[in-house]
């Protein structure tokens, strides 16, 4: 046996019984346990959850060291998968801003053979997102939003350049610290991808998984189902409510800017017009479009163009004079499209006055380089001979 080991476990200050006569509790409270690595001294106080994972003690350092804070959180487990992927993430990410940082890691056997796994955590005074928000009395603003989030992403983009998935990006496992600061923790099944087609979605939590994951159309889990994770707890912050996901149909209601309302609608939207990964969200987050604008137009021979919003004469009417004047009519923005024609805002478009599920394609396809203009109705007409 591994002398560390033993003595780790021979000075724990506490008689140590089986679980089964601990009520199914992995440590106990004012039990004194000491790491082999780092031969720091923990004091356990109280049970703050568990979950899959194990189990979370609030817990105390004993004496002093440079090496953690005082107060702290040991997370143990009794499975060694998650804590050797947990402890390889706390060292990747030491001393990152947003991630929740990893102090001390270690196993420690007890007198009745079972072996328990590990790690001394950062304690985030406010609990996780979800049991903040169930007590806050409001949720984020805009801005505060914009900027907790982008802070989530850089811990996520440094995965994602890495080739990693975090693939359990819940309000569970967002966690809010002083001054409502969030961080980024448990990467339990985060997994490195070999190349960009992602990863086997064997293990994942169904209450944040994409529909198309959990019905088995996107076998892989790729960058763009993080970001969907992502927009879920963007949209959570905003609604102030972390108890369901957010849909699509809800996205118009939410207290915020129609740019904001549109990245949270490309995000827990269709899959392949999501953003493909952390950075490219960061940029959206931080960048707003380009205002879309009339451009000038002398003629729609060979154009290829599709309508938008509500217009003054039947949709039919306006196709057949858009063929008659030479252009090619498409049912919506395609990378084939060249010229979008808009009509009157509907009320009830997506995410907004400016966002309808057709401009956000435009935007998309622009931002992607492909050089769309715009008319207005009123010019349409013009160009097609058609007299107001």
């Known amino acids: 046996m591994n002398h560390r080991l033993t003595r780790a476990t021979t000075r724990t200050t506490r008689a140590v019984v089986p679980r089964a006569a ?85 196993p420690l056997m007890r007198p009745d053979g079972t072996m328990l796994y590990c790690l001394a955590l950062e304690y985030a005074r406010h609990g996780d997102l979800s049991t903040h928000l169930h007590h806050a009395a409001k949720g984020f603003t805009e801005a505060s939003a914009r900027r907790e ?43 490195p991808q070999t190349d960009r087609r992602g990863v086997t979605a064997r293990t994942l939590n169904p209450f944040a998984a994409p529909s198309d994951i959990l019905a088995g159309t996107a076998p892989k889990w790729q960058a763009r189902d993080d970001v969907y994770q992502v927009g879920q707890l963007l949209g959570m912050l905003i609604k102030g409510d972390a108890r369901s996901r957010i849909r699509t149909t809800d996205v118009r209601h939410l207290a915020c800017s129609d740019h904001l309302k549109e990245i949270v609608h490309r995000c827990i939207g269709e899959r392949r017009k999501r953003y493909e990964s952390a950075d490219h969200l960061i940029d959206a987050l931080r960048h707003p479009p380009a205002a879309l604008r009339s451009a000038a137009l002398s003629s729609l021979r060979g154009v290829h163009l599709c309508f938008t919003g509500i217009l003054r004469k039947p949709r039919r009417e306006a196709v057949a004079a858009a063929a008659r004047a030479g252009a090619v009519v498409h049912t919506g923005p395609s990378t084939r499209t060249t010229v979008i024609v808009r009509g009157r805002p509907n009320a009830q478009q997506a995410a907004g006055k400016d966002a309808g599920l057709k401009l956000m394609d435009i935007r998309r396809l622009r931002a992607a380089g492909h050089r769309i203009r715009m008319v207005t109705e009123t010019q349409f007409w013009r160009l097609a001979g058609v007299k107001r």
């Not at 440590?27 to 106080?45: A, F, M, N, Q, W």
């Not at 003690?57 to 060291?65: I, M, V």
């Open 149 to 191: 989030i982008a802070g989530i992403l850089e811990v996520l983009g440094k995965l994602h350049r890495g080739q990693m998935l975090h693939r359990d990006l819940t309000p569970m496992n967002v966690f809010v610290c002083d001054g409502r600061k969030l961080k980024l923790g448990d990467f339990g099944i985060a997994r």
């Open 22 to 106: 601990r009520g199914g509790y992995l440590l106990v409270r004012d039990e004194v346990i000491v790491s082999p690595e780092t031969s720091l001294r923990y004091r356990v106080e109280r049970l703050l959850g568990e979950g899959g994972f194990g189990q979370v003690y609030l817990s105390r350092k004993l004496g002093r060291s440079p090496l953690a804070p005082d107060v702290l959180c040991i997370k143990v487990s009794t499975r060694m998968d998650g804590w050797l992927r947990e402890a390889h993430f706390g060292q990747l990410l030491h001393e990152h801003p947003r991630a929740i940082q990893v102090y001390d890691r270690f």
